[in-house]
C-alpha cells in the first residue's frame, strides 16, 4: 500500500473505521484517524486500552505499508 493512499482513509470524511489485514495474517482496527500515524515506509497504530478511543494508546505497533494485504471496512462501527 502506498502512503498517500493510507492517508486518503485517514482523512475520509465522515471517517469510516476500517481493519487492515497484514501478509502474516494479523490484522488492526483503525477506529479513529488520530490513532495511526503514516511515514514513507510504515505506518504506527495506536491500540486503545480499556476507554477505548477516549483514553490514551495502550501500546502502538509498527506495520510496513508493504506488508498490508487489504483494508476492509468495519461494518456497524
Same mark, same amino acid.
Given at each position: 500500500?502506498?502512503?498517500?493512499?493510507?492517508?486518503?482513509?485517514?482523512?475520509?470524511?465522515?471517517?469510516?473505521?476500517?481493519?487492515?489485514?497484514?501478509? %502474516? @495474517?494479523?490484522?488492526?482496527?483503525?477506529?479513529?484517524?488520530? $490513532?495511526?500515524?503514516?511515514? #514513507?515506509?510504515?505506518?504506527?497504530? *495506536?491500540?486503545?486500552?480499556?476507554?477505548?478511543? %477516549? @483514553?490514551?494508546?495502550?501500546?502502538?505497533?509498527?506495520?510496513? $505499508?508493504?506488508?498490508?494485504? #487489504?483494508?476492509?471496512?468495519?461494518? *456497524?462501527?
Amino acid at each position: 500500500m502506498r502512503p498517500d493512499d493510507f492517508v486518503q482513509l485517514l482523512r475520509t470524511r465522515p471517517f469510516e473505521p476500517f481493519r487492515i489485514c497484514l501478509s %502474516d @495474517g494479523q490484522s488492526y482496527e483503525i477506529r479513529h484517524p488520530e $490513532l495511526a500515524i503514516v511515514d #514513507r515506509s510504515k505506518v504506527v497504530i *495506536g491500540v486503545p486500552g480499556p476507554r477505548g478511543i %477516549d @483514553g490514551p494508546a495502550e501500546r502502538t505497533v509498527n506495520c510496513a $505499508l508493504l506488508q498490508i494485504t #487489504r483494508t476492509e471496512p468495519l461494518n *456497524g462501527a
